[in-house]
């Protein structure tokens, strides 16, 4: 004699299923969306809101010494007395702060800008980096007179970094981060300089 299933087991089944499946799909696509997670809450509670290149640019007194966050391409590389520079090109970041490419050539916030950071603990791979998102203190350090841009981009001393890989044109999945490990209590800058009276 040949048992059939019970009918009344695979309701059981399928209940069980059906509680499983919008937990795993949601857990896909908060994991997959990245939301929140390009930079610590530490970091964005540090940071000045709403302050964007141009800004930076027009009034470098009213930020130096604050903490702002910026996103952008790496452009150039260069190490200099055990730090290492990098010359970013500005890019808009979103509400999570991943950046992305302008609307516009012709976007207002346009630019350029620096990234001193010290290399303890900076991945190998930063060299791969297409976008990045920076967590810096605005700096009034400058780059060396033969380091290319025009000498008036603003400079950040950097306190987190996240970048993005170059596989699928800088869009994959590849991230990596570093953070300074003296942040909290050092940020290599020089001392402001003080205006004779």
């Known amino acids: 004699m040949v048992r059939s299933r019970s009918p009344s087991r695979q309701p059981v089944v399928g209940s069980v299923c059906a509680r499983w499946v919008p937990g795993i799909v949601g857990f896909v696509v908060l994991s997959g969306s990245g939301a929140c997670a390009t930079i610590p809450g530490k970091f964005v509670r540090q940071a000045e809101p709403g302050v964007t290149l141009t800004m930076l640019a027009s009034h ?6 604050k903490v702002v966050i910026l996103g952008g391409t790496v452009v150039t590389r260069k190490e200099e007395s055990g730090r290492i520079w990098l010359l970013v090109e500005n890019r808009p970041l979103d ?15 346009a630019g350029e800008y620096w990234i001193m950071l010290a290399p303890e603990g900076l ?7 297409a976008r990045v998102t920076v967590v810096g203190r605005v700096s009034d350090e400058e780059p060396a007179p033969q380091a290319p841009g025009t000498g008036r981009e603003p400079v950040l001393a950097a306190l987190y970094l996240h970048g993005w890989g170059s596989g699928m044109g800088g869009y994959g999945l590849h991230e990596e981060s570093w ?15 003080v205006k004779p009276q």
């Open 123 to 129: 991945p190998k791979t930063y060299r791969n980096w």
């Open 95 to 109: 509400a999570d702060y991943v950046p992305h490419l302008p609307t516009s050539p012709d976007d207002p916030e």
């Open 60 to 65: 470098p007194d009213a930020y130096r010494g």
């Open 179 to 193: 953070q300074d490990t003296h942040a909290a209590r050092v940020i290599p800058s020089t001392p402001l300089r």
